[in-house]
T-cell receptor
Framework: DVKVTQSSRYLVKRTGEKVFLECVQD?????MFWYRQDPGLGLRLIYFSYDVKMKEKGDIPEGYSVSREKKERFSLILESASTNQTSMYLCASSLKLLQGDYEQYFGPGTRLTVT | AQSVTQLGSHVSVSEGALVLLRCNYS??????LFWYVQYPNQGLQLLLK??????LVKGINGFEAEFKKSETSFHLTKPSAHMSDAAEYFC?????????????FGGGTRVLVKP
């Protein structure tokens, strides 16, 4: 079974703090993704990575950065947390396109509250 | 660019009744379509996917969906609802690029099952 784990289920941070969200997958997937989930808006892609040290902006990258130093680990960084970044954050991974498996596998999510 | 519209943010069904969740998409290229389910306090789990084979796709837990190109739809159905089907359901379309299979999600439909 594919397993995607996220470092925290719940986080509470103060405005202006630097926040790190960590995601680890154990299936040797090339692609990894960070989404945020808000009621009524579904999931929106923040960043994704298709290889170590490679990254590409998603639909809402402002206020976020990412790091992928190892294939199994993808980190989301909030440089200076703001209250409008209070949300559920979901990490996902998948095999690369040409290998024919289009499914993304999701972690359990981190609910971040910024006060 | 791809987009997904899910009609109805909330659906209430009686146990044993038909479940019908609507999804319409727009895509400039032949789409790959997915339905995911999210149970409370969990990540997303794949229900089924359409990847240009059969237009009627069967998934887990008795769900199925039919791809209708002329209607740009991919509605999800289950003949008889069970209490365990209470969850949030997301339709997604894939945008294929060389770098990976990004998903664009609809806003989600929360299903309530009444005894």
């Amino acid at each position: 079974d594919v397993k995607v784990t996220q470092s925290s289920r719940y986080l509470v941070k103060r405005t202006g703090e630097k926040v790190f969200l960590e995601c680890v997958q154990d299936m040797d997937h090339e692609n990894m993704f960070w989404y945020r989930q808000d009621p009524g808006l579904g999931l929106r892609l923040i960043y994704f990575s298709y290889d170590v040290k490679m990254k590409e902006k998603g639909d809402i990258p402002e206020g976020y950065s990412v790091s992928r130093e190892k294939k199994e680990r993808f980190s989301l960084i909030l440089e200076s947390a703001s209250t409008n970044q209070t949300s559920m954050y979901l990490c996902a991974s998948s095999l690369k396109l040409l290998q024919g498996d289009y499914e993304q596998y999701f972690g359990p999510g981190t609910r971040l509250t910024v006060t | 660019a791809q987009s997904v519209t899910q009609l109805g943010s909330h659906v209430s069904v009686s146990e044993g009744a038909l479940v019908l969740l609507r999804c319409n998409y727009s895509s400039s290229v032949p789409p790959y379509l997915f339905w995911y389910v999210q149970y409370p306090n969990q990540g997303l789990q794949l229900l089924l996917k359409y990847t240009s084979a059969a237009t009627l796709v069967k998934g887990i837990n008795g769900f199925e969906a039919e791809f209708k190109k002329s209607e740009t739809s991919f509605h999800l159905t289950k003949p008889s609802a069970h209490m365990s089907d209470a969850a949030e359901y997301f339709c997604a379309v894939s945008a294929f690029k060389a770098a990976g299979n990004k998903l664009t999600f609809g806003g989600g439909t929360r299903v309530l099952v009444k005894p």
